[in-house]
């Protein structure tokens, strides 16, 4: 009896169990991040402190970083501080806390231009593309070479979906960095864009700038990945003029006539 009754719970907690050989794809919820450095010492510099959260940021131990950031601030504000401190706040996806401390930031020095594409970029995760666009455009007048900021302008013109203004500032930030956008296509704007429509018309208008530039590998890859998305408006390609040069490249033609499918989602 006592067999029976040993064997029939046995059963019972293995039917329970999961199906493990089922189970090919789980989602797990990862532990909220620890701080791993020892606390800021009371004795060091604000310069001391700066450093040690500079490395620590480097790290990717973000709060302890902040940890020494803001120990660092309760002996002497400024501007450089709060934007570190900021960037690592982003880091930690605390978009409203980032938003205080480079607002700070730039009341501390108006002419700190990283400090105010920053804070554009923080209204820009917070989709508040008005308020991004001015602050890059800010940033922009104080340091016009930086080709980011007209990349991140481009950014906030888009999620607002006025094409020309993006157009525009995306073009700008080509002309002064021929790459900047194989550094940020796939992480940057893409990123928020919720659709497949929508990315497939970013990828056709950065097909359309390196077409306009010249840049034929990369139009071309950037037309392929648009077909890829599914661009409905493909066929803008015959009779846009700034695909005229890419139209007499064999490899156009290539392209056009393979049609690669939409990459399902």
Not at 187 to 195: D, H, K, N
Request: charged share 30%.
């Amino acid at each position: 009896m006592y067999r029976c009754f040993v064997f029939c719970l046995a059963v019972a907690v293995l039917l329970a169990l999961p199906n493990l050989h089922a189970q090919t794809e789980l989602v797990q919820i990862t532990p909220p991040p620890l701080r791993r450095a020892a606390p800021p010492a009371s004795n060091a510099s604000a310069e001391e402190l700066d450093a040690r959260g500079d490395e620590l940021r480097g790290q990717k131990a973000y709060l302890d970083a902040l940890d020494y950031y803001r120990a660092a601030l309760a002996k002497k504000r400024s501007a450089s501080l709060y934007n570190k401190a900021g960037i690592t706040e982003l880091e930690l996806r605390r978009d409203l806390e980032s938003t205080k401390d480079f607002e700070r930031a730039v009341k501390l020095d108006h002419q700190s231009a990283d400090a105010l594409n920053n804070l554009g970029v923080a209204w820009y995760l917070q989709q508040k593309y008005g308020r991004a666009i001015k602050e890059y455009e800010k940033a922009i007048k104080l340091k016009p070479e930086v080709a980011s900021f007209y990349n991140n302008l481009g950014a906030a013109y888009y999620g607002k979906k006025e094409w020309e203004q993006a157009t525009s500032a995306y073009g700008h930030a080509l002309q002064l960095d021929p790459d900047i956008f194989e550094r940020t296509s796939r992480t940057g704007v893409t990123a928020q864009l919720p659709s497949p429509e929508e990315r497939a018309r970013f990828e056709y208008l950065i097909a359309k700038l390196y077409a306009r530039q010249g840049e034929t590998d990369h139009a071309l890859q950037y037309l392929r990945r648009a077909m890829e998305e599914g661009y409905p408006g493909i066929n803008d390609v015959y009779k846009d003029s700034d695909f005229e040069g890419l139209r007499k490249d064999t490899r156009f033609a290539q392209l056009m006539a393979s049609k690669p499918p939409a990459i399902p989602e």
